[in-house]
């Protein structure tokens, strides 16, 4: 099936927010390195791979829809299927910058999870049969959504006070989202410290409790590791602050010592000589 004839006619409708859109059966496919993108989420991208700046060329010539996919291995210069995880994301290019080594600048936005089914061309770059990835919302996980909702906010409120890589901001957008499956892709792409894998793991979770509850925990521990670290911290600065009180303190005597004539050679001397007769067990005169 060439680029030009997506099938759309057997599309699925996606819809995002208030927005859907047509999800072809067949996407191009953009491989990413230690990247996860998240649905609803904008975010910076380069692009240097042959077959992915063709791929982003002509996607952005004819307008369409790509999918995005992390490697499991960020190496694999070559991606198959095998290499790529099974949930990604239907993505928009809004703006492409090329730069004069022929590389690629991107600001894309995530817009729903997506599911690779399958691998149909690998040239000129990958192409491949898939389809949506639906969140699970059930009726009975409203009340426990509700009570993990409270405390990722909460948890999240305190990550941001004590983690010097991410803005206040942050924590103002996270308490303006309503919706539990949305807050949690939000806060889960805001971490910058957590790794490739455990964010595809988030990602990777359709059931919104069972995703709100792995972020919970992720949470709790980010900000028990951020916590320590800060008490690590205070008590290295105390330290410090406390050598450099008594070396002050050393040197002010000194000076004292000096103004008096208590610091001058010639006591010096006679201290070393007083301790050298004390060591020798030698009677005074």
Known sequence: MSDQDEPLGTSDEVSVGERSFELPEELPILPLRDTVLFPNSFMPLAVARESSVRLIDEAIADRRLIGVFTQR?????????????????????HKMFKLPDGSLRLIVQGLSRLRLDRIVSSRPYLRAAVSAAAEVLLDDDRLEID????????????????????????????????????????????LTTISTPV?????????????????????????????????????????????????????????????????????????ELRDKIEAAGMPEA
């Open 147 to 190: 009570a993990l909702q409270r405390n990722i906010k909460s948890n999240f409120q305190q990550v941001v006070s004590l983690s010097p890589l991410l803005s206040d901001d942050l924590q103002t957008l996270a308490t303006n989202i309503a919706e539990p499956g949305r807050l949690a892709d939000f806060i889960a792409s805001s």
């Open 73 to 93: 291995d960020a190496s694999v210069e070559e991606p198959d299927q095998a290499d790529l995880y099974p949930v990604g994301t239907v993505t928009h290019i």
């Open 199 to 271: 964010k595809q793991e988030v990602l990777d979770t359709l059931n919104v409790r069972e995703r709100m509850d792995k972020l919970n925990r992720i949470l709790i521990k980010e900000f028990e590791v951020l916590e320590l670290g800060s008490k690590i911290q205070s008590q290295v600065q105390s330290e410090v602050g406390k050598n450099q009180r008594e070396y002050f303190l050393r040197e002010q005597l000194k000076a004292i010592q000096k103004e008096l004539g208590e610091g001058d050679d010639q006591t010096k001397e006679i201290e």
